[in-house]
């Protein structure tokens, strides 16, 4: 089994030559690994092409900032094949023995469409803060995850030829790539979870961000395209209840809208913390719901 490992990298120069040298320590035989540089702003570029030369990595930089969705397509369509694709960000990183837990996990499990493992939270310095939550459940995850009954990393799952095939690449118009590849792909099959830690996630004061309002409107497109699920309206009120609190801060008429659903989950924090972001009181949510 081929696996194509895709690294975009944007303005991580502090980080991102230690990503390439855990990919690099991989124990893995047989990938491919395609670097991107999205028009980086830093020395990025300059220190991951030195990286990719050292460890026989492909790389490529983007003249301007495209997006990831774009770059990951992108990414694809210049690899040589493989049979199961695994993303990275050029922040984190990979602890030994992580693509073979993957990719093992698939192999095991014949028609699977992912693979996915545990996911430690590090910091800047690379210092552990703990795992991040994850419920470890495998076979059909699609309808449990999306109805928030059960917690998987969408980030970081190793996803079949065949179910990418389906999926037939990223919207370069929505910015959740990550839900999105999980809302295309998630259902046309099993999706194992691998007992192994299979990335270290970075966090730090350059994480991305990304603007609600935008957010908040691709995930109503995503949303829309599974009008024809069964539990379409249960989902509805499932993500009503988020955008209440993902609106309260900045967009309060907009967050309004979804109070009927938010009253329907009124013991989860979000729907308490939108309240007060919606009464002027958000430096409280920032200093005691959302630490």
């Not at 990393?153 to 370069?172: H, N, R, S, V």
Request: with cysteine.
């Amino acid at each position: 089994m081929k696996i194509l490992i895709r690294v975009p990298c944007y303005n991580h120069s502090k980080y991102v030559a230690a990503t390439l040298a855990s990919i690099a320590e991989q124990d893995y035989p047989s990938t491919e690994v395609i670097v991107i540089d999205d028009g980086s702003t830093d020395d990025t570029a300059r220190i991951a092409s030195e990286a990719c030369l050292k460890y026989g990595f492909r790389f490529f930089r983007n003249e301007r900032n495209v997006g990831l969705p774009a770059t990951l397509n992108k990414m694809v369509a210049l690899s040589g094949g493989f049979d199961a694709v695994f993303s990275i960000a050029s922040d984190d990183i990979m602890p030994p023995g992580a693509v073979r837990s993957l990719a093992e996990a698939l192999i095991r499990n014949p028609g699977a469409v992912g693979a996915y493992g545990d996911v430690e939270l590090i910091n800047s310095d690379g210092v552990s803060l703990g795992l991040i939550r994850s419920d470890r459940i495998s076979g059909d995850v699609f309808k449990r995850v999306l109805l928030g009954e059960a917690t998987i990393p969408l980030a970081w799952i190793m996803w079949t030829k065949d179910a990418y095939q389906d999926f037939g690449g990223y919207d370069e118009t929505v910015p959740l790539e990550d839900s999105y590849a999980f809302v295309k792909m998630a259902k046309l099959g099993a999706i194992h979870y691998a007992n192994a830690v299979t990335v270290h996630y970075r966090k730090h004061a350059g994480n991305s961000t990304n603007n609600s309002w935008h957010m908040y409107q691709s995930s109503r497109r995503l949303l829309a395209s599974l009008r024809d699920e069964p539990f379409y309206s249960e989902l509805c009120r499932k993500m009503g209840s988020e955008y209440f609190f993902v609106l309260s801060r900045r967009h309060k008429l907009e967050a309004i809208r979804y109070l009927p659903a938010a009253l329907s989950r009124p013991f989860r924090r979000q729907f308490w913390a939108g309240l007060m972001n919606l009464a002027g009181l958000g430096f409280i949510v920032d200093k005691f719901i959302r630490r």
